[in-house]
C-alpha cells in the first residue's frame, strides 16, 4: 500500500472513514479516489466514504453499498466537542516514537487522523505502543473512540447491512 493520509484510520478494526468535500469534484480527483480506495481495501480495510450526505460502506465479499447518510446535529455537536475537550488543534503533529517492534500486533504502523473545520486542518500521526502517562496520547486515542462510537451507533449506519468478511 501506497503511503497515505486518512481523514481517520482505526487500524485495530481496520476502518478508513474518508470525508470528500469539493476538492473532489473533478474527474481526476474521483479516479484518484477509486484508485487509492482500491488499494486500500486490497490492503484489508474497510473504506467509508461521505460524501454530499452519502456514505459508501465496504461490505467486503459482497462489494459496497451507497445510501443517504449524514450526522444528526446532536452527533456534530457531539463530534465537535470531542475535538474541542481534546485540544485536538493544539497537539503536536506526531505522537509516540517510531520503533522497531516486529512482534507487536497488530502491526505498530502509525494511526493518522485528520480534521478540518471552518479552514483549519490538522493532522495528526501517531506510533504505538503511545505512552498513557502522557496526557497527548490519552487526548488522540480518546478522540478516535469517540468518532468510531458515534459512527456505529447511528441509526442509520445500524440499518446498513453487515459485512461479511471480518469487518464491522
Known amino acids: 500500500m501506497n503511503r497515505t493520509i486518512a481523514d481517520f484510520l482505526c487500524k485495530e478494526l481496520r476502518l478508513i472513514v474518508e470525508v470528500d468535500g469539493i476538492t473532489h469534484f473533478d474527474d481526476d480527483a474521483y479516479r484518484n479516489d477509486l484508485r487509492r480506495q482500491r ?69 505498530p504502523s502509525p494511526d493518522i487522523l485528520r480534521i478540518k473545520i471552518a479552514g483549519r486542518t490538522q493532522s495528526v500521526v501517531w506510533f504505538y505502543p503511545l505512552d498513557p502517562a502522557e496526557r497527548a496520547s490519552q487526548r488522540i486515542i480518546e478522540l478516535s473512540q469517540n468518532i468510531l462510537q458515534i459512527l456505529i451507533s447511528n441509526e442509520r449506519y445500524r440499518q446498513l447491512p453487515h459485512a461479511r468478511g471480518g469487518y464491522i
Open 39 to 107: 488499494d486500500l481495501e486490497s490492503s484489508g480495510f474497510m473504506v467509508i466514504r461521505f460524501f454530499h450526505r452519502r456514505l459508501t460502506k465496504d461490505l467486503v465479499l459482497d462489494g459496497t453499498i451507497t445510501v443517504p447518510f449524514w450526522f444528526t446535529r446532536t452527533e456534530q455537536n457531539s463530534l465537535l466537542a470531542g475535538i474541542n475537550c481534546s485540544d485536538f488543534f493544539g497537539l503536536l503533529d506526531t505522537l509516540g516514537k517510531r520503533r522497531d517492534i516486529t512482534t507487536m500486533r497488530p502491526d
